[in-house]
């Protein structure tokens, strides 16, 4: 299927697209209140992960339920399917080659599904706090993965 705008309305319609999401101001406000301190999208980091601690080796990442096919809310478009599987299974893969590139070089990382943040922020603040505090006193030790 052929696209229905012009490569310059494409363009202009693509770069008009942020690079932060809602859930990620949400999630680092909350964090932030919270007396963590923290980066955001790194160009320089694998990945370009939505929060980030490099003193203690931390990377979150906050995965939307479609561009990142959640188990629970995945949908696939109906039309130029071909080109949608290709993208969300590439997309998938790259997930898997990011977890391990940060495992490989034993830093923390964590992912949580934008459901996750929508369906309970509170539950999910608690749970990034006490990975960041694990990291924060492990930062010798053994790193922790929960993906």
């Known amino acids: 299927m052929a696209d229905m705008m012009t490569k310059e309305q494409r363009r202009k319609n693509m770069q008009a697209i942020k690079s932060i999401s809602k859930l990620e101001s949400i ?7 919270k007396g963590f301190r923290f980066r955001r999208n790194s160009k320089d980091l694998i990945g370009k992960p939505d929060l980030y601690i490099k003193k203690y080796k931390v990377v979150i990442f906050i995965d ?6 959640c188990p629970l809310h995945a949908t696939m478009p109906k039309s ?8 969300l299974v590439r997309n998938i893969e ?3 080659e990011v977890n391990e590139y940060y495992k490989n070089k034993n830093w923390n990382i964590k992912r949580i ?5 929508k369906n309970d922020l509170e539950k999910v603040i608690k749970e990034l706090s006490k990975f960041i505090m694990f990291a ?3 930062v010798k030790r053994e790193p922790k993965c929960l993906l």
């Open 136 to 138: 924060k006193e492990n």
């Open 94 to 96: 790259r997930d898997k």
């Open 80 to 87: 130029n399917t071909d080109y949608w599987k290709k993208k």
């Open 27 to 33: 999630v680092s406000k909350e964090l932030w209140k």
């Open 113 to 117: 599904w934008e459901h996750e943040v």
């Open 64 to 69: 939307s339920c479609f561009w990142h096919q």
